[in-house]
């Protein structure tokens, strides 16, 4: 199991489009640290979000850790807009066609953290030419594109894939699940080695918020 303290990271993506300074508000009102910021093209997935616009303007009102989630099918063209508008972490995922390694060095040579993305049907071997390079693996525990969608069951093994690789490796990159987050998924993929959790609608719309967060970080 990871021996990284466990991070809840909201997904800002789950909040009120039309309020996003009051989604953001709530997450630190309850002294978190990080707050997950999805972008999509609909393409790489069928969906839109936010560009890079919406990122500053968010980060106007918080100083929370911006991961930034790039769905992109070019997202090495957006590496420094994203970086200039306040990310802190930069995510992208392996399966587009385009030098993954190059575009994780501009992330890094832009001042901001690295990580890779895998697909639900992208297995953990895909990842593994990048783990000494990254400070964050994104296993996607669903399809990306849209929220509120199950858990898949059969992304553990993967996450146990990845937790064995870091261990053997002796890499401290965090392991990170979004899709289907709720307490007892995210239960599961912490016994599978996951320390990052990426929660959007179980966030949002959870009775008591802070008796959520407080759950996680108990992880």
Not at 16 to 34: C, F, M, N, R
Not at 98 to 126: F, M, Q, W
Not at 161 to 175: N, Q, V
Not at 203 to 214: P, S, V, Y
Request: hydrophobic share 45%; net charge negative.
């Amino acid at each position: 199991m990871s021996k990284q303290r466990s991070i809840l990271a909201p997904s800002i993506l789950a909040a009120d489009h039309a309020d996003l300074a009051s989604g953001v508000a709530q997450i630190d009102a309850l002294a978190l640290e990080w707050v997950h910021i999805d972008i999509m093209d609909g393409h790489f997935v069928p969906n839109y979000s936010f560009g890079p616009e919406t990122v500053r303007a968010l980060r106007s009102r918080t100083k929370l850790f911006f991961d930034v989630h790039l769905m992109l099918d070019n997202p090495h063209d957006y590496v420094e807009p994203f970086a200039r508008a306040g990310a802190d972490l930069i995510s992208i995922h392996v399966e587009p066609v385009y030098d993954i390694a190059g575009t994780l060095a501009r992330i890094r040579e832009s001042g901001c953290k690295t990580g890779v993305v895998l697909n639900p049907a992208t297995p953990a071997e895909a990842a593994l030419p990048f783990l000494s390079i990254v400070d964050l693996v994104l296993v996607m525990t669903v399809q990306p594109g849209f929220g509120g969608q199950a858990f898949r069951e059969e992304m553990l093994p993967k996450i146990r894939d990845l937790d064995t690789a870091r261990r053997e490796r002796a890499l401290d990159f965090r392991l990170e699940v979004d899709g289907g987050i709720d307490l007892g998924t995210a239960a599961r993929c912490a016994a599978a080695g996951a320390d990052t959790f990426v929660c959007g609608t179980s966030f949002f719309r959870a009775k008591n918020q802070a008796e959520f967060a407080a759950a996680i970080s108990a992880l």
